[in-house]
């Protein structure tokens, strides 16, 4: 019998076909998938948090009262954890990749392997070794705040290029959080009873709170908050990424446990808000990440299909953190979470 996985709203909710069914029958056989997200970080390429510190040194600031830094002191002291890794065969928090991948960033030094940090720089915008120097040129007697806006496009580009998740292209960097925040291991879920990714995740309030650290237009004095332009294309990225993300669990499900449950429930409700946002700006590509989960079945076996249009979202939402205009997206204030709700 089919499951619907969509929240019961408090207000009747239109979804594109009047709704979205997933049929996750027992001992179905699934796809074989290429993993997209929460994949350890390569440790070669890691240079560690000291690294930053010389440029963006308010950042390490606010971000050493993160619990992403604390996580490297706290995590392998809670009972929940150990147990966890009990049940998935596992002898140390810090020492496989199915932890290692989430909650610590790994370096390699002298041929070894170690934890250098919890959640850190590298974590969100990926292992510097090959972009860092890239990333830091502005060029002979030209410094951060007199680069022209042509020369600071080209740097941009040019670290997107050796590997930089940039975020000038919101997109880049909501692909890291949702890498670990979709949970994306069926057996992590389902054989080792973590949570299945962080259900209330939303791009604003998640980043707009403790882990903000804006302070490159004011050379490290001020933590400024987005402007509201920002925040509203930030909105729908978010739900785009996340919607992204949410479909490429589904396709890994094997059979109808709770990863795969909780991952089609996820989606449909992401699909929903998207569809909120749609009905008040009617922008084409958000129709076009729409458009290709329409007549989308998230069954087991599916999921050539189900990648297909993750694929689909996926360019829509880069191209939208590329090219969409926060003045014009005003409509959309209402669903956006006031600063109250960061966390």
Same mark, same amino acid.
Request: hydrophobic share 40%; glycine share 8%.
């Given at each position: 019998?089919?499951?619907?996985?969509?929240?019961?709203?408090?207000?009747?909710?239109? =979804?594109?076909?009047?709704?979205?069914?997933?049929? =996750?029958?027992?001992?179905?056989?699934?796809?074989?998938?290429?993993?997209?997200?929460?994949?350890?970080?390569?440790?070669?390429?890691?240079?560690?948090?000291?690294?930053?510190?010389?440029?963006?040194?308010?950042?390490?600031?606010?971000?050493?009262?993160?619990?992403?830094?604390?996580?490297?002191?706290?995590?392998?002291?809670?009972?929940?954890?150990?147990?966890?890794?009990?049940?998935?065969?596992?002898?140390?928090?810090?020492?496989?990749?199915?932890?290692?991948?989430?909650?610590?960033?790994?370096?390699?030094?002298?041929?070894?392997?170690?934890?250098?940090?919890?959640?850190?720089?590298?974590?969100?915008?990926?292992?510097?070794?090959?972009?860092?120097?890239?990333?830091?040129?502005?060029?002979?007697?030209?410094?951060?705040?007199?680069?022209?806006?042509?020369?600071?496009?080209?740097?941009?580009?040019?670290?997107?290029? +050796?590997?930089?998740?940039?975020?000038?292209?919101?997109?880049?960097?909501?692909?890291?959080?949702?890498?670990?925040?979709?949970?994306?291991?069926?057996?992590?879920?389902?054989?080792?009873?973590?949570?299945?990714?962080?259900?209330?995740?939303?791009?604003?309030?998640?980043?707009?709170?403790?882990?903000?650290?804006?302070?490159?237009?004011?050379?490290?004095?001020?933590?400024?908050?987005?402007?509201?332009?920002?925040?509203?294309?930030?909105?729908?990225?978010?739900?785009?990424?996340? =919607?992204?993300?949410?479909?490429?669990?589904?396709?890994?499900?094997?059979?109808?446990?709770?990863?795969?449950?909780?991952?089609?429930?996820? !989606?449909?409700?992401?699909?929903?808000?998207?569809?909120?946002?749609?009905?008040?700006?009617?922008?084409?590509?958000?129709?076009?990440?729409?458009?290709?989960?329409?007549?989308?079945?998230?069954?087991?076996?599916?999921?050539?299909?189900?990648?297909?249009?993750?694929?689909?979202?996926? +360019? !829509?939402?880069?191209?939208?953190?590329?090219?969409?205009?926060?003045?014009? =997206?005003?409509?959309?204030?209402?669903?956006?979470?006031?600063?109250?709700?960061?966390?």
């Amino acid at each position: 019998m089919p499951i619907d996985p969509r929240p019961r709203p408090t207000a009747p909710a239109r =979804l594109a076909a009047g709704g979205w069914l997933l049929a =996750l029958a027992a001992g179905a056989a699934a796809q074989p998938t290429q993993p997209t997200g929460g994949d350890p970080l390569d440790a070669a390429r890691v240079v560690g948090a000291d690294a930053c510190t010389k440029c963006h040194a308010a950042e390490m600031a606010q971000w050493q009262r993160t619990p992403h830094h604390q996580t490297i002191d706290t995590l392998h002291r809670k009972p929940e954890a150990d147990a966890i890794a009990d049940r998935l065969g596992l002898r140390s928090v810090k020492r496989n990749d199915t932890c290692v991948r989430c909650h610590y960033t790994p370096i390699e030094q002298s041929g070894r392997v170690r934890i250098d940090s919890g959640v850190s720089c590298e974590s969100c915008h990926g292992p510097a070794r090959d972009w860092i120097e890239v990333h830091a040129e502005y060029g002979p007697g030209v410094t951060r705040e007199t680069e022209s806006p042509e020369a600071r496009q080209r740097r941009r580009l040019a670290s997107i290029g +050796a590997g930089m998740n940039n975020p000038s292209n919101l997109y880049l960097i909501a692909r890291q959080c949702l890498d670990c925040h979709t949970t994306p291991d069926e057996r992590l879920v389902d054989v080792g009873q973590h949570p299945a990714g962080s259900g209330e995740f939303e791009l604003v309030s998640w980043s707009q709170g403790m882990v903000r650290h804006n302070f490159v237009r004011s050379g490290g004095a001020v933590n400024a908050p987005s402007a509201l332009p920002r925040v509203r294309v930030m909105y729908v990225v978010g739900l785009m990424t996340d =919607l992204e993300y949410s479909l490429r669990a589904v396709a890994r499900a094997t059979d109808a446990g709770r990863f795969g449950r909780t991952s089609a429930a996820r !989606a449909a409700d992401r699909k929903q808000k998207l569809w909120a946002v749609q009905r008040l700006v009617d922008d084409p590509l958000v129709a076009t990440a729409l458009e290709s989960v329409s007549d989308l079945e998230l069954t087991l076996g599916n999921a050539d299909a189900i990648n297909a249009a993750a694929d689909a979202i996926g +360019a !829509a939402a880069y191209a939208f953190a590329e090219r969409a205009d926060g003045a014009r =997206l005003a409509p959309i204030d209402d669903l956006l979470p006031p600063p109250s709700q960061y966390k």
